[in-house]
Every structure is written in structure tokens, then in C-alpha cells.
């Protein structure tokens, strides 16, 4: 069983950044496990946003150049940082960690409860 935890989302208008953090726990839990963001807009399914593990990163092409995932394995940490954000980048972001592939969004068993993040234009 993995437990996470994310924080960090909110209100922010367009242009400007938020960094989402998400804190892993649990015995099935391991720095080879993948971690990565999972996001739902209303009235659409989730997306894979963003995913790391020791073998790279994935990004979404809606994302690349203004998203940033990175990991701390000492704390059992993964990072999102938005720049940039837009009017439709509102969505709840979920964070995840699985066996991975990182680019599968099957890869990813765990979910945490979510966070919101709305970006007004």
C-alpha cells in the first residue's frame, strides 16, 4: 500500500506559477517506484500530465517547456512546478506513483486525493 499527499494548488491568474508538492509513504513504496501528476479538467477524463522515475521523465506535449517535475528520493518527494499557466491548465491534479512505465498512465496504482488548481484569464 502507497499513501500520498499532495499540496500546493489554488488560485492564480494566467501568467503566473504554482508548484505542487506530493509526499509518498508506505512499505510498497520504493525511489524505483514512478511518480508522476494526473490531472482531470471538468467534463473531461484524467490526463497524464507529468511522470519521473530513475529511468527519465514524461511530459504531456500540453505541458512541455512550462512544466517541470522533479523528485527528492531522500524525502519520498515529487515536485511539480507550472509556470506559465493558462486558463485551461484548471483542473484537480492528482498525484500517482505505480511500477510505471512513466509515459503509461496505467503504470501509475497509487492516487493521491487530489489538489485544485484554477487559473483565472
Known amino acids: 500500500q502507497v499513501q500520498l499527499a499532495e499540496s500546493g494548488g489554488g488560485l492564480v491568474q494566467a501568467g503566473e506559477s504554482l508548484r505542487l508538492s506530493c509526499v509518498a509513504s508506505?512499505?510498497?513504496?520504493?525511489?524505483?517506484?514512478?511518480m508522476g501528476w494526473i490531472r482531470q479538467a471538468p467534463g473531461k477524463e484524467r490526463a497524464l500530465v507529468a511522470g519521473i522515475s530513475w529511468r527519465g521523465t514524461y511530459y504531456a506535449d500540453s505541458v512541455k517547456g512550462r512544466f517541470t517535475i522533479s523528485r527528492d528520493n531522500n524525502n519520498n518527494t515529487a515536485y511539480l512546478q507550472m509556470n506559465d499557466l493558462k486558463p485551461e491548465d484548471t483542473a484537480v491534479y492528482y498525484c500517482?506513483?505505480?511500477?510505471?512505465?512513466?509515459?503509461w498512465g496505467k503504470g501509475y496504482t497509487s492516487w493521491g486525493q487530489g489538489t485544485q488548481v484554477t487559473v483565472s484569464s
Open positions: 508506505g512499505r510498497a513504496f520504493s525511489r524505483t517506484s514512478a
Open positions: 500517482a506513483a505505480g511500477p510505471g512505465p512513466v509515459n
